[in-house]
């Protein structure tokens, strides 16, 4: 059987009708209303809407916008306050608008039909992907550095957009904090006060205007205290990964991703692990692949704990090598990597083969089994990259 047929049946956008990449985009992200998606109406009315609530239930922010509104008694706190409101607002309305739908990266695709599917050709889409890429079955694509799919904002999480969420979670839980303090703000002293005179103007019989502001105030501060709960446990996994390198598919997968089961399945705890022996069988481990990123949010070193976990040290260099052709790699490894080690971590932010790159120095031509200490290669060095 030719690989085009095994390609066909295994592809689940061929079996039984034929998927263009165009409708799984438009399937991923939702469907139109006026022109416009969903997911963006859902966002805009849903900001709107709580801003329109919260100054009409007479909170903080209602007496802020009056005085606004009486421009010649307005104070420079009043016309602050708002001005900080519409900024921020506005602001996480665009970066939505900007993220939504946004290109985590996909890789092209192109006609592999001639090769084997061994040979690092996706089986679903026909793209030769990097090697911390992961195909996306909602987008029809593969994806690198894929984190997640994220379906309030119609994408996937990948390389390209992965600092754009980071910054959306940071901002989203920001507002619904402010939303949550202002909506509690309000209610708080008609639930808990003991005074006489504020129960009375809380409750002012059932079905009052009063009481269903007061009741309405305290189920909006409980529903945006879960939704603050959840972005900023968004906000700070992320930044975790980003600090790390990691993305959520590697953490929640472990030893299933492809590229890491090896380390996973030899991994027997800090006293039974040879680094050295794994290095030479594998190549890199997973703290140095992981390293690799070449859009992290936070430029560290990696996770001492995670370089602890897998058995890597900290004190690493870091590579530059330049093809003369417009591409400069910056790669962080380790002294004691063998210059085919050098080629996977190139190859993982070139998308390259490791076995297409060649690395030299004027005319010396650098050895996959040697070390880079063997050739006194050191932080800072500048070798020149080309490819076979």
């Known amino acids: 059987m030719r690989w085009s047929e095994t390609a066909a049946s295994a592809r689940p956008e061929t079996s039984g009708r034929v998927v263009k990449l165009t409708d799984l985009l438009a399937e991923a992200r939702g469907r139109k209303y006026l022109g416009v998606e969903e997911g963006r109406w859902i966002f805009i009315l849903g900001h709107s809407l709580g801003v329109v609530f919260l100054v009409a239930t007479?909170?903080?922010?209602?007496?802020?916008?009056?005085?606004?509104?009486?421009?010649?008694?307005?104070?420079?706190?009043?016309?602050?306050y708002v001005l900080c409101v519409v900024l921020a607002v506005g602001g996480n309305l665009w970066l939505h608008n900007h993220l939504f739908g946004s290109d985590p990266g996909w890789m092209p695709r192109e006609d592999f039909s001639s090769e084997a599917p061994g040979d690092g050709i996706c089986p679903y889409c026909r793209a030769r992907p990097m090697l911390r890429s992961?195909?996306?079955?909602?987008?029809g694509q593969c994806v690198p550095c894929f984190d997640h799919y994220c379906p309030m904002l119609g994408t996937t999480i990948g390389d390209c957009n992965h600092a754009k969420f980071w910054l959306y979670n940071a901002t989203q839980a920001f507002i619904t904090a402010w939303g949550c303090l202002l909506a509690f703000q309000a209610s708080g002293p008609c639930l808990w006060s003991s005074s006489q005179q504020v129960q009375e103007a809380c409750w002012q019989g059932f079905g009052s205007w009063a009481s269903i502001r007061t009741?309405?105030?305290?189920?909006?501060?409980?529903?945006?205290?879960?939704?603050?709960?959840?972005?900023?446990?968004?906000?700070?996994?992320?930044?975790?990964?980003?600090?790390?390198?990691q993305t959520t598919y590697e953490v929640a997968k472990g030893s299933q991703v492809p590229y890491l089961a090896p380390f996973f399945r030899d991994y027997r705890g800090p006293q039974r692990w040879d680094a050295s022996k794994i290095a030479k069988r594998h190549g890199p481990s997973p703290a140095e692949l992981l390293r690799a990123s070449k859009n992290s949010v936070v430029n560290t070193r990696g996770s001492a704990l995670l370089c602890?976990?897998?058995?890597?040290?900290?004190s690493m260099i870091e590579v530059v090598l330049n093809?003369?052709?417009?591409?400069?790699?910056?790669?962080?490894?380790?002294?004691?990597?063998?210059?085919?080690?050098?080629?996977?971590?190139?190859?993982?932010?070139?998308?390259?083969?490791?076995?297409k790159i060649r690395i030299q120095k004027w005319y010396n031509v650098f050895k996959d089994h040697i070390t880079l200490a063997d050739y006194e290669i050191h932080d800072g060095m500048g070798l020149e990259l080309y490819y076979n």
């Open 134 to 139: 992961r195909h996306d079955h909602h987008t």
């Open 323 to 355: 093809d003369r052709l417009g591409k400069k790699v910056r790669v962080k490894c380790n002294e004691d990597d063998t210059i085919g080690d050098l080629k996977k971590l190139v190859a993982a932010q070139t998308g390259t083969r490791p076995e």
């Open 58 to 80: 007479n909170t903080y922010l209602a007496d802020r916008v009056k005085g606004v509104w009486n421009w010649s008694t307005a104070s420079a706190w009043d016309c602050t």
């Open 215 to 245: 009741v309405m105030l305290a189920i909006t501060s409980l529903m945006l205290a879960a939704l603050t709960n959840m972005f900023s446990g968004l906000w700070t996994l992320h930044t975790v990964l980003a600090a790390s390198g």
């Open 308 to 314: 602890r976990c897998l058995g890597t040290w900290l």
